[in-house]
C-alpha cells in the first residue's frame, strides 16, 4: 500500500538572478513499511524535497511552483499552514543530521516528547509522560524514566539521535523521512541507529524515506533508490538492481565512488574513483542532459537535447538515452 506518492514536485527559491527551480519534476513512492532511498550529491535537492512534504519551506524565498505530495490519500500542497502543523510529527515525520536542530536544549528530553504527543493527542500530562518515556525505552534508552528528566546536553550524540528518533515516532506516524540521520554519527553508533530505524520502522509499519550520500547505507537499508542529479530524479531502481546493473552512468559513479569499492578483499579495486567535475548550480544548468559535461560516455547527442526520464520496464527508470547500449556495472 503506498502512503507517500510525491508527483512532478517543482520548487523554486528567490535568488538574485529571479525564481531558480532547484526540484524539477521529482516524482516516486513510498509503501508502507518500505524505505525508499533518495541519494545524490550535496546540492541536488534531496532536502528541499524532504522539506517540501513536511511543508517546512521558508514561505517568503521558495515556492512550490506544481505537482502533487499525497501523504496517505491527503494532497499536502496547497494544505493550510495549520493544518499542516497537525499533520506534522502525527502522520508524517522527520529526522535530521543534527539532532539539536530537533531538541530544544532548554526543556527535558522527556518534556519535549510529552509535548509533541499533548500537540496531537488529547491526552493528560501524566500519560503523555508516560508514552514519552514508553518511546525513549522503545528506542533503546536505558532508564528511560529517569532519561527522561535529562537535559539534551547531558545524552552522547547517539543517545541524542536516539531521543530525536523517540521524538518522530511517539505519534506512530506513517511516513517517516530521515535526512542524513547517521551521517555525523561513528560507524559503530550509526550502525546502532540503522538497525533501530529499520526495526521501528517494521514495528509501525511505516513508510521511510531515507535521505543520505552514502550508498553504503542504501544497500543496508533500503528496498528501493531513487538517484538525484542536479534536482533531477535520474534513476529509479530496487537496490539490489542499481548496485548489480545501475541504470544511469551517474549511478555507476556514485557506485564506483563508496569506500567499499576501493577495498580489494571487497572485490573493489585500490583507488577511490571519483566522479570529475562538480554538479551544475541551480539555475545554470548545461544544456542537453545535465549530466553530460561529467559523464565518461556522454556522445555529442548528449550535449543537445534535455532527456526525459523513462521506464526501463515497469521497476525501473533512466534519464540516460544510452543506458541500453552500455554496459554500466556495480562494485563487484
Ligand atoms: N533557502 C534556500 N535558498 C536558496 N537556495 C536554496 C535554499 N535551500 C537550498 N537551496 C538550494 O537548493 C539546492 C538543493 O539543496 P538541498 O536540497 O539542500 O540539497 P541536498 O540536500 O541534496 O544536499 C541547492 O542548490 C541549494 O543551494
Ligand atoms: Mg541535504
Known amino acids: 500500500?503506498?502512503?507517500?506518492?510525491?508527483?512532478?514536485?517543482?520548487?523554486?527559491?528567490?535568488?538574485?538572478?529571479?525564481?531558480?527551480?532547484?526540484?524539477?519534476?521529482?516524482?516516486?513512492?513510498?509503501?508502507?513499511?518500505?524505505?525508499?532511498?533518495?541519494?545524490?550529491?550535496?546540492?541536488?535537492g534531496k532536502t528541499v524535497t524532504s522539506l517540501a512534504m513536511l511543508g517546512l519551506l521558508p514561505p517568503r524565498t521558495s515556492r512550490i511552483a506544481s505537482g502533487s505530495i499525497q501523504l496517505d490519500g491527503t494532497e499536502l500542497i496547497g494544505m493550510p499552514q495549520r493544518r499542516l502543523a497537525d499533520i506534522r510529527g502525527n502522520d508524517i515525520a522527520m529526522i535530521f543530521q543534527e539532532p539539536m536542530s530537533s531538541l530544544n536544549p532548554a526543556f527535558t528530553?522527556?518534556?519535549?516528547?510529552?509535548?509533541?504527543?499533548?500537540?496531537?493527542?488529547?491526552?493528560?500530562?501524566?500519560?503523555?509522560?508516560?508514552?514519552?518515556?514508553?518511546?525513549?525505552?522503545?528506542?533503546?534508552?536505558p532508564n528511560a524514566a529517569r532519561r527522561a528528566r535529562s537535559y539534551p546536553h547531558e545524552f552522547s550524540g547517539g543517545m541524542r539521535q536516539r531521543a530525536m528518533i523517540a521524538m518522530a515516532i511517539c505519534c506512530e506516524p506513517k511516513v517517516l523521512v530521515a535526512d542524513?540521520?547517521?551521517?555525523?554519527?561513528?560507524?559503530?553508533?550509526?550502525?546502532?541507529?540503522?538497525?533501530?530505524?529499520?526495526?521501528?520502522?517494521?514495528?509501525?509499519?511505516m513508510g521511510m524515506v531515507f535521505i543520505t550520500h552514502d550508498l553504503g547505507v542504501v544497500a543496508d537499508i533500503c528496498d528501493r533508490v531513487?538517484?538525484?542529479y542536479?534536482?533531477?530524479?535520474?534513476?529509479?531502481?530496487?537496490?539490489?538492481?542499481?548496485?548489480?546493473?545501475?541504470?544511469?552512468?551517474?549511478?555507476?559513479?556514485?557506485?564506483?565512488?563508496?569506500?567499499?569499492?576501493a577495498v580489494p578483499e571487497l572485490g573493489g579495486s585500490d583507488r577511490l574513483a571519483t566522479i570529475p567535475g562538480q554538479a551544475p548550480p541551480p539555475g545554470a544548468m548545461p544544456d542537453g542532459c545535465r549530466f553530460h559535461p561529467r559523464c565518461p560516455y556522454a556522445t555529442d547527442r548528449c550535449a543537445a537535447d534535455a532527456v526525459e526520464l523513462r521506464k526501463i520496464d515497469q521497476l525501473r527508470t533512466t534519464r540516460c538515452v544510452r543506458s541500453d547500449e552500455l554496459q554500466l556495472r556495480g562494485p563487484a
Open 1 to 44: 500500500m503506498t502512503v507517500l506518492r510525491v508527483s512532478d514536485l517543482d520548487v523554486r527559491f528567490a535568488t538574485d538572478r529571479g525564481w531558480v527551480t532547484v526540484v524539477d519534476g521529482v516524482s516516486f513512492s513510498v509503501a508502507a513499511g518500505a524505505t525508499l532511498g533518495l541519494v545524490g550529491e550535496s546540492g541536488s
Open 109 to 141: 528530553i522527556g518534556d519535549q516528547i510529552a509535548e509533541t504527543v499533548r500537540r496531537h493527542r488529547r491526552v493528560s500530562r501524566r500519560i503523555a509522560t508516560a508514552r514519552a518515556v514508553a518511546a525513549l525505552d522503545q528506542v533503546g534508552i
Open 180 to 205: 542524513e540521520p547517521t551521517t555525523a554519527l561513528d560507524v559503530t553508533i550509526q550502525a546502532q541507529v540503522l538497525d533501530l530505524l529499520r526495526q521501528m520502522r517494521d514495528e509501525l509499519r
Open 226 to 228: 531513487v538517484v538525484m
Open 230 to 261: 542536479a534536482g533531477q530524479v535520474v534513476a529509479t531502481d530496487d537496490v539490489d538492481h542499481l548496485f548489480s546493473h545501475p541504470p544511469h552512468p551517474y549511478a555507476e559513479g556514485l557506485l564506483a565512488a563508496m569506500p567499499q569499492a
